[in-house]
């Protein structure tokens, strides 16, 4: 059951994130600002990909309570940082983006932070 | 640093500050209820009306706006690595807030993290074809 449920965290935040990316970057530049923020939760409610997005993360998100009432959270956290590593990797596949050997470098020293510090 | 990357770094220190804060208060006001793990969805609905509870989902969800406006200027593989510094500041805050024991291993994994931060934001923020359609009034 524990990797079913780690599956599903996963991949639902992958597929959630390769959409929010997307769709974004299908919009255009956005602002920070407060009424910049207004205008992307608009964007939010009516664009398919990113409801898609929201309801991936939503996906993801109670996945990952439902595995940490029976993994601790010293196998959870880490173990779904496996994320980082498919996400930069479809990132490069399926959104086209140029991931260099210092931004490789950067997400897997990352990627072995998170595993110390979820120890 | 032109005008747009320095907006996009204020919008990355901004996520990167504000996901471990709202997880210190999401913390914080879960201190309020019993520890044990509930199947019963109203203790969530009660602890969202916690004061310090409320306030981490609030800034929740301006983080993800926040993080949705930094995704149209930026690369989702620049994104990634460059806003985990927040795994390394929550380890800070959890020591200095909640006092919180933090084991060597812990604080090697926050170096590590900042050094694969530092890393990945010396590479070109946006590497792919930006579509120009600005909102009005979106850009500023």
């Given at each position: 059951m524990?990797?079913?449920?780690?599956s599903?965290?996963?991949?639902?935040?992958?597929?959630?994130?390769?959409?929010?990316?997307?769709?974004?970057?299908?919009?255009?530049?956005?602002?920070g600002?407060?009424?910049?923020?207004?205008?992307?939760?608009?964007?939010v409610?009516?664009?398919?990909?990113l409801?898609?997005?929201?309801a991936?993360?939503?996906?993801?998100f109670?996945?990952f309570?439902?595995?940490?009432?029976?993994?601790?959270?010293?196998?959870?956290?880490?173990?779904?940082?496996?994320?980082?590593?498919?996400?930069?990797?479809?990132?490069?596949?399926?959104?086209?983006?140029?991931?260099?050997?210092?931004?490789?470098?950067?997400?897997?020293?990352?990627?072995?932070?998170?595993?110390?510090?979820?120890? | 640093?032109?005008?747009?990357?320095?907006?996009?770094?204020?919008?990355?220190?901004f996520?990167?500050?504000?996901k471990?804060v709202?997880?210190l208060?999401?913390?914080?006001?879960?201190?309020h209820?019993?520890?044990?793990?509930?199947?019963n969805?109203?203790?969530?609905?009660?602890?969202?009306?916690?004061?310090?509870?409320?306030?981490?989902?609030?800034?929740?969800?301006?983080?993800?706006?926040?993080?949705?406006?930094?995704?149209?200027?930026?690369?989702?593989?620049?994104?990634?690595?460059?806003?985990?510094?927040?795994?390394?500041?929550?380890?800070?805050?959890?020591?200095v807030?909640?006092?919180?024991?933090?084991s060597?291993?812990?604080?090697?994994?926050?170096?590590?993290i900042?050094?694969g931060t530092?890393?990945a934001a010396?590479t070109?923020?946006?590497?792919?074809?930006?579509?120009?359609?600005?909102?009005?009034?979106?850009?500023r």
């Amino acid at each position: 059951m524990r990797w079913i449920l780690l599956s599903v965290v996963v991949l639902s935040a992958v597929v959630g994130d390769l959409l929010q990316s997307y769709e974004m970057k299908e919009e255009g530049e956005q602002s920070g600002s407060a009424p910049g923020l207004i205008r992307v939760l608009r964007l939010v409610v009516s664009r398919r990909y990113l409801i898609l997005a929201i309801a991936s993360m939503a996906v993801s998100f109670f996945a990952f309570l439902a595995l940490l009432q029976t993994e601790p959270l010293s196998f959870a956290v880490p173990a779904s940082a496996a994320s980082f590593i498919l996400e930069t990797a479809l990132a490069k596949l399926v959104l086209g983006e140029r991931v260099t050997l210092r931004r490789g470098a950067g997400v897997l020293l990352v990627f072995g932070g998170i595993l110390l510090v979820s120890r | 640093m032109t005008a747009g990357a320095t907006r996009t770094a204020g919008l990355v220190v901004f996520i990167t500050l504000l996901k471990p804060v709202s997880n210190l208060f999401l913390a914080w006001g879960m201190r309020h209820f019993p520890s044990a793990v509930s199947l019963n969805p109203l203790f969530y609905v009660n602890a969202v009306f916690d004061p310090l509870v409320a306030s981490g989902v609030v800034m929740q969800i301006i983080w993800l706006l926040a993080r949705l406006s930094l995704l149209s200027v930026a690369d989702l593989s620049f994104v990634l690595p460059v806003t985990a510094a927040g795994y390394g500041i929550s380890t800070v805050l959890g020591r200095v807030f909640l006092h919180e024991q933090v084991s060597a291993s812990r604080w090697w994994g926050a170096i590590l993290i900042s050094l694969g931060t530092g890393l990945a934001a010396g590479t070109a923020r946006e590497t792919t074809f930006h579509k120009a359609k600005s909102a009005a009034g979106g850009a500023r």
